[in-house]
């Protein structure tokens, strides 16, 4: 597995297998690796001839006393296991290699950025699609895969694709949990074990949600109460918000009449953890 530091490398690198017909999976993660990021992984291996990933603590993307400084770095243990999986290519820029001395240049996010993390997070989406387009551009893949744990990404990354004619295949993957439903985080690993289990409200609130779903019930308003009584009870010290909107535009919806997503963003003790689920009609 080559472990590279600096774009033009890497570019050449993954330009070259491009060249010669192979497909490359591309996962970018921001390290301190688990089984979602694997699942990504293994997901690329089976798909593609040439898997890439990317490790990068993206500064840009989060904002004034968020976690940046803290964010687990654990570059190690993370090289030693996609080694393991059979990974091709690790690209592990410094912070100078993207953003070096006079860098001045935003994407603009979509409109899908604006609700949910962006109310709460109002900087992180323009991070997010810069810093995952700088990396379109440098490691040119066939088909980049993300987690769906993080809906709104996801839906902002895709737009981001279709809007700017980026010629890349986003493919969405399913949400790995622990056994007791807990999301893979890299941010679980803050929580003590006084607080682990309180990090079930989420999964508890969605669940909930999708029962009443199921059972007919299809007013957001009393699905979202019943998602904030839960929320509450269960464990969250806050609650940023617990909504229900539309799957595709992440617009306000009154009536579930057509797909949606529902997702919550809580913090337990200083852990900020987010969660959601699809209620398909
Ligand atoms: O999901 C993440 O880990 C990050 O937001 C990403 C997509 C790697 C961009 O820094």
């Not at 970018?28 to 040439?50: I, N, Q």
């Not at 088909?143 to 969405?172: E, S, W």
Request: glycine share 6%.
């Amino acid at each position: 597995m080559k472990v590279l530091e600096h774009p033009d490398l890497a570019y050449s690198q993954v330009a070259q297998w491009r060249q010669s017909g192979q497909r490359v999976g591309l996962i970018p993660t921001m390290g301190a690796l688990h089984a979602g990021h694997l699942s990504l992984v293994r997901r690329s291996l089976e798909e593609c001839d040439r898997t890439v990933a990317t490790i990068f603590v993206n500064p840009t993307q989060f904002g004034p006393g968020e976690d940046f400084a803290k964010y687990p770095r654990t570059q190690q243990e993370d090289l030693s296991g996609l080694r393991e999986l059979g990974v091709d290519l690790v690209f592990a820029p410094s912070q100078s290699d993207l953003y070096p001395e006079g860098y001045s240049t935003f994407v603009q996010p979509p409109a899908a950025a604006e609700p949910l993390e962006g109310i709460f997070r109002p900087i992180h989406f323009r991070g997010v699609v810069t810093v995952v387009l700088k990396l379109f551009h440098i490691l040119p893949a066939t088909i980049a895969y993300f987690g769906q744990k993080d809906y709104q990404q996801l839906t902002v990354i895709r737009r981001m694709v279709h809007d700017l004619n980026v010629p890349i295949l986003v493919q969405g993957c399913p949400t790995v949990r622990q056994a007791d439903g807990l999301a893979m985080s890299s941010r679980n690993r803050y929580l003590t074990d006084q607080q682990r289990p309180n990090a079930l409200c989420l999964w508890k609130a969605l669940g909930s949600a999708k029962r009443m779903f199921e059972q007919g019930q299809r007013e957001v308003t009393v699905i979202e109460a019943e998602m904030q009584r839960i929320l509450k009870q269960e464990g969250a010290d806050r609650i940023d918000y617990a909504r229900i909107v539309d799957a595709e535009y992440l617009s306000d919806l009154q009536r579930i009449d057509r797909n949606a997503v529902a997702l919550v963003a809580v913090h337990v003790g200083q852990t900020r953890l987010i969660d959601n689920c699809m209620l398909e009609v």
